[in-house]
């Protein structure tokens, strides 16, 4: 019994000497808290006077922010760590990982802990460049593509100005990145700043609060000039904590869709959080789209928290912060729902830096942009389309494709993916058309539309770099998708001035257009698109068009008429 008691007393003291010395890995008592200081609270209103004396350097027209669900080659972390270790394997495995640490020393600690457990070194390196805190999210680099299809840096005033290694930082990975810097004097933080690569960006008021000397007008042209936000949502803040950020209540998962916290309806915050979802989902999204609005279960108040929108998007991994609270399934779930196709990665807090409502994974993180990505830019077709629309050609898909690397676009490589009803995966070459534009028509697909298609499509490409990319990011598992309808919309101008006359006895269709108006063309189309009948010459008659319709076969065609001044009419006919 003696030797047994020694033993279990062994491992005990063992297992305390073990956590003790795991500890040391986690920046337990940081220098700073995330909080602003009281001393840092009152240096702001200093800051925002200060910031002018930046040099106001622009990226090249236009700038394009980059977001978090674009193309990234890597991630930043700080070391001592504020997350767990675990995490730092996940992201291994699929990404460069560069840690930040103050010293050679701190390098060696890491990388023993790191082999020890199980990280991938070969996609680790250490980046000696001293920092305060390990709020990576806070003081980390924002991207932009400016003009001449080069990824830079904006870097924006710090609130945070007692810490001046964190403030330093970014010009050092700037350095290490290799790209432009461009300052911009404006105070800020990266956990309340997310954009979607489309030109709509998104905060709460603090960016108002935090620059007094500003005017939101003045925000706006600054943001504007440096990352090209055309659309900055500047938004209360329903969580109303100490930290004020967008990434404790908000997420950009894609350009139309976002997801928003839900609290109880017996918490205080309850209409907050609804009236900005609804926010959302009455605004229009750069797509043309109302967002896609998601919710996840939030209650700071609760035992355990809740930081499920503060994740992080890593090309098609999403890493989710959990605490073993029973709304953890749920929240997987809800980003399951929200991205199919994606690997979704829970993440167990750290029991040295654990996760907390107002501060978690994004926040400790920060993802960098593929220099090199392949960029695919395009607007895609949303929605329901009328039959008109499509005769018209206006069921013509086009996509910028731009390889930032300099290699060469593989031709043969760069397609359309599209299905029909939930069938078979169709494929076909898009086609260049001018400089880095690339188009393909639905019109030119053998097939008869018909009310109520779907038609749900992705765009391919791949460069010599190696490099490969579809639109929408995650392809076929989430593809854009619109809707075929044979409603024909007719415009009040058209309503008024082109007249459609059938007689049933002669089988003939009489063309006018108001006051004589001459007609210059006149086309019958079917629902493929094909040409059935031209009406010129003899057949146009003083402003009036003869079309025999008798020996048509039965069908639905739509008829297009040109005046002489180039106005387009539509009409849709049906033979029975």
């Not at 890597?74 to 460069?96: C, F, K």
């Not at 579809?470 to 619109?482: M, V």
Request: aromatic share 10%; charged share 15%.
């Amino acid at each position: 019994m003696k030797k047994t008691f020694l033993t279990g007393l062994t491992l005990l003291l063992l297992g305390a000497v073990f956590a003790q010395n795991e500890q040391i890995h986690y920046d337990i008592h940081p220098k700073f808290p995330h909080h602003a200081t009281a001393e840092e609270r009152l240096m702001i209103p200093y800051l925002s006077q200060q910031a002018h004396l930046r040099d106001a350097v622009y990226p090249a027209a236009p700038a394009t922010a980059v977001a978090e669900f674009q193309p990234m080659g890597g991630v930043m972390i700080a070391y001592p760590l504020g997350i767990p270790v675990a995490l730092v394997r996940e992201l291994s495995q699929i990404t460069q990982v560069k840690v930040l640490v103050d010293s050679p020393y701190d390098s060696s600690q890491a990388r023993n802990y790191f082999n020890n457990n199980q990280v991938n070194m070969d996609n680790v390196q250490f980046w000696r460049i001293q920092h305060d805190t390990y709020w990576t999210r806070d003081y980390g680099p924002w991207f932009v593509i400016d003009g001449h299809d080069s990824v830079g840096v904006v870097d924006f005033v710090y609130n945070r100005p007692q810490r001046t290694y964190d403030d330093a930082a970014l010009e050092s990975v700037t350095e290490r990145l290799g790209v432009s810097r461009y300052e911009m004097p404006l105070v800020h933080t990266g956990g309340n700043y997310m954009v979607d690569g489309y030109g709509t960006a998104a905060s709460t008021m603090l960016v108002l609060q935090e620059n007094p000397a500003e005017t939101e007008s003045s925000i706006l042209s600054m943001t504007q000039n440096y990352l090209g936000i055309d659309n900055y949502m500047i938004l209360p803040d329903p969580l109303g904590e100490y930290i004020a950020h967008i990434d404790c209540w908000g997420k950009f998962l894609d350009v139309d869709k976002v997801l928003i916290g839900k609290v109880p309806a017996n918490d205080p915050r309850y209409n907050n959080y609804e009236a900005v979802a609804q926010t959302f989902a009455d605004a229009v999204s750069p797509w043309g789209n109302h967002y896609q609005v998601y919710r996840v279960y939030a209650n700071p108040n609760a035992n355990h928290a809740t930081p499920y929108t503060n994740s992080l998007i890593l090309n098609d991994h999403v890493f989710v912060p959990v605490t073993g609270n029973s709304h953890d399934n749920e929240a997987i779930a809800a980003y399951q729902q929200a991205m199919p196709g994606y690997t979704i990665v829970p993440i167990m807090q750290s029991d040295y830096t654990p996760w907390y409502s107002t501060d978690a994974l994004h926040c400790r993180t920060h993802e960098l942009a593929d220099l090199g990505m392949l960029y695919l830019k395009h607007y895609p077709l949303l929605g329901e389309k009328n039959l008109e629309e499509l005769m018209d050609n206006m069921m013509t898909v086009s996509v910028d494709i731009k390889a930032l690397s300099g290699a060469n676009l593989v031709a043969d490589s760069l397609r359309i993916y599209f299905r029909i009803n939930h069938g078979t995966w169709h494929n076909a070459s898009l086609h260049h058309t001018t400089d880095n534009e690339y188009t393909f028509s639905f019109t030119s697909i053998n097939y008869a539309w018909q009310n109520g298609d779907t038609v749900e499509y992705y765009l391919f490409a791949k460069d010599e770099s190696g490099r490969v990319e579809k639109h929408p990011y995650i392809g076929a598992a989430d593809p854009h998708l619109f809707t075929i309808t044979d409603e024909v919309g007719v415009t009040e101008r058209e309503t008024k001035q082109m007249h459609i006359y059938p007689n049933p006895a002669t089988g003939m269709v009489y063309v006018a257009l108001d006051g004589g108006t001459e007609i210059a063309n006149m086309v019958l189309y079917d629902l493929q698109g094909r040409i059935v009948e031209t009406c010129l010459g003899a057949s146009l008659q003083s402003g009036t068009a003869t079309l025999n319709v008798e020996a048509l076969p039965a069908g639905i065609y739509l008829l297009h008429v040109t005046d002489a001044d180039g106005n387009t009419y539509h009409h849709k006919i049906v033979k029975k």
